[in-house]
């Protein structure tokens, strides 16, 4: 890891470093950023923090916050005496545990909230002539590697917002060729909402954007919790698949079956007062699809293809003539080998040839 190499190059210059800290932005509509970390006992790590960061003691009154506010460079307080060890917080609690000098410098020159990094020293009398000059050294050379790895966090971080974390990382490895994919065996995953078409005639685009993007979150949530992978959202309606690994297809879908409780669960109890009580269908089954990609020549998408996906829809939609949230279908009960699934009997699915059994829960 590059900041562990850092360290150790350093420590041969007997600067004796507390802490050193790299702050990289990205592109994600959830995270402002990832700040990278290393401490003596720990080592380094990476803590991702969200845009509400720049709101609170995390960055609101920190060294990283003057340094924007200034302009400046770069920034250093002797932890060894005061006032200057009582400028900040966190550095007031770097002096207790024996840090002694900081030095905080923008690899970013010029960019609001652009990358930094800062170096914290247990050195008696803080960091010599030599030693300053070697850290104002280093930033013009970080400054290159730095901006190479925020756009590698930027281009993952928004390929696993708008692809999934799977499906990203296929297309990283290289998996972007129109026509290209894998045959994946899965749990799969519908779901919509009922009353959608009607909520949008009544209330404003604006007003139904954030309804669903509140309705999502509760679907997503738990999928993501219990292993599977939201692969599209469809207006209102969501498609998930839950591979099958080693431990069988029966661990999907019990996998499958218990975010679809989780998810039931969560919309039931969710007070929505613009568009009242939100009522969805949830359908399970269980198939061979190919994940890959599909589309036109300057337009692809990751998805899964395949006679499953067009049934596990089709079953869906019997949720609403058949009074039931939660159905699923013969393939997906055998597999799952839970004694407290019931049929509901066969039934003409639009699109499939033979008459196919429905089943659900009994506690449903």
Known sequence: MLLDGLVARL???ALELHRVSI???TKHPELWGHQLVWQP???ARVIRRSHETSTTVDFVGTPAEALYASGAHTLRCRLDREPERSRFAMLAAMAEAGATDYVLASIDRGTVHGSWISFAT??????DDAQLELLRGLTPLLALHMQLIGARFATRSLLEVYLGTNAARRVLDGEFRRGTGTELDAALWFCDMRGFTSLSDRLPARAVVGIL???FEHVATPIEEHGGEVLKFIGDATLAVFPIGADGAGAACRRALDAA????TRIAGWSCEEAGPIQIGVALHTGRV???????????DFTVIGASVNEVCRVEAMCKPLGEPLLMTSAFATALADPDVISLGAFELKGVAQPQEILTTRAR
């Open 11 to 13: 420590a041969a210059a």
């Open 23 to 25: 702050w990289i932005p």
């Open 41 to 43: 006992t720990g080592g």
């Open 122 to 127: 247990a050195r008696p009398g803080g960091y």
């Open 213 to 215: 993007d509140r309705y």
């Open 261 to 264: 409780r989780a998810v039931l």
């Open 290 to 300: 190919l994940y890959g990609n599909i589309g036109g020549q300057a337009r692809l």
